[in-house]
């Protein structure tokens, strides 16, 4: 059979998919052993979503994933959920929602190739190795093909890989592009490595923040695998909920989704907690890539000055220094992580609209954002804690 003979099916779960067969689009890195570069695209992440309830019916994420086989074989899959609003993204499409809403059209249902609740780069047309291109051909094929067929007004592929993004464009998708804040490790030995890059004022002042947060009357724990035990997860799902219903106005995830990410993950989590008297009072949830530290949830029952920035940015640098990461990625928005040394980085989604005149409309605004995005990297770079023009400061 001829390679460019394909079938594309649809699944509305993740168990009518061989794990196997997922992951060796998804990660394929994998083969040798070691992690997977993008933890959040395996087959076992996206399944404790649909297990534990977190997705699927009653959420406004319905799954709709896509494979691509060549004979007997699947070549390339793709998370992808029909949407009924559009919440637990990211990547903001509130205001053409509106738009396309008062202008008479239906916006919702919708087409989101993501992963759910999770603002990480990562790839979304995820292929066999030797089938990239007609693989991602097929998936973006499939992709506007439900939605034509469905008469879904969008389809919105969100936190793509650059080189996604590049491919999507050449397919006819639009755009779209955003930034987050990022701590990249320059082989630094130590904490203090890294700080010595910074500014003096920088310097003290982190110094001075991990310094009061450490003050803060009891003892942080740093646990990965085993070393998390249901008491933890239980601290730590009374945290995600107090943040999640300030943030999102109800938490996203299920108590289940934890117990179901330590039984077929624990290793790949890093959970860091802060203990007063024997008892959780903060904590932040990280997931451990092959080359990054994926930084996701954080909640706290008390407040203590600085404890938020030594949990989820210190300690994140701390980890990735010992275990030679390259880089923190420390989830979505934030300036105030660029005095912690986390620059910004742009962020890539790819967008299918179904209406000519709403599409052109879009593309024209995101003609315009990306020019924004730009100009605001390069401002807030330059705003940076590193050193410039002080290079001959001392503390």
Not at 294 to 309: A, I, K, T
Request: hydrophobic share 35%.
């Amino acid at each position: 059979m001829s390679e460019t003979q394909v079938d594309i099916r649809t699944h509305q779960s993740l168990d009518a998919i061989r794990a196997e067969d997922w992951d060796a689009c998804a990660c394929p890195e994998r083969a040798d052993g070691g992690r997977a570069l993008d933890p959040f695209t395996t087959h076992a992440f996206l399944s404790a979503l649909e297990a534990s309830g977190s997705v699927g019916e009653g959420t406004g994420w319905h799954p709709q994933h896509l494979t691509v086989h060549a004979g007997e074989q699947i070549i390339a899959v793709m998370p992808l959920y029909v949407k009924t609003h559009s919440q637990g993204e990211y990547v903001f499409d509130h205001g053409w929602a509106d738009a396309y809403e008062r202008a008479g059209g239906r916006y919702y249902p919708k087409l989101q190739s993501a992963v759910p609740f999770s603002p990480v780069t990562g790839r979304r047309f995820p292929t066999r190795p030797g089938h990239t291109q007609i693989g991602q051909a097929a998936l973006v094929q499939g992709m506007i093909q439900i939605a034509t067929d469905n008469q879904i007004s969008s389809a919105h592929v969100t936190f793509c890989t650059g080189d996604e993004a590049e491919a999507g464009k050449a397919m006819g998708l639009l755009a779209r592009e955003g930034l987050q804040y990022h701590w990249q490790n320059d082989s630094y030995p130590n904490f203090d490595a890294f700080l010595g890059e910074l500014s003096s004022r920088k310097r003290k002042q982190i110094r001075k923040e991990r310094r009061i947060a450490q003050a803060f009357g009891g003892e942080i724990l740093t646990l990965t695998g085993d070393q998390i035990q249901p008491q933890h997860w239980d601290a730590f799902w009374h945290f995600y909920q107090d943040t999640g219903a300030r943030k999102w106005g109800r938490p996203y995830l299920t108590r289940a989704f934890f117990d179901q990410l330590h039984d077929t993950m624990a290793d790949d989590l890093l959970l860091v907690l802060a203990e007063r008297d024997g008892r959780p009072v903060a904590g932040a949830l990280n997931v451990i890539g092959r080359d990054t530290l994926f930084g996701r949830y954080w909640g706290c029952v008390e407040d203590h000055p600085y404890l938020h920035f030594e949990l989820c940015y210190y300690r994140a640098i701390d980890f990735a220094i010992l275990h030679g990461l390259d880089r923190v990625e420390a989830g979505a928005q934030g300036e105030h992580k660029l005095a912690r040394g986390y620059l910004p980085v742009t962020t890539h989604s790819l967008h299918w609209i179904n209406d000519r005149g709403f599409r052109e409309a879009v593309d024209q605004f995101l003609q315009s954002e990306r020019k924004a995005v730009a100009q605001d990297i390069d401002i807030l770079t330059s705003y940076g804690p590193f050193k410039s023009v002080d290079v001959s400061e001392h503390d």
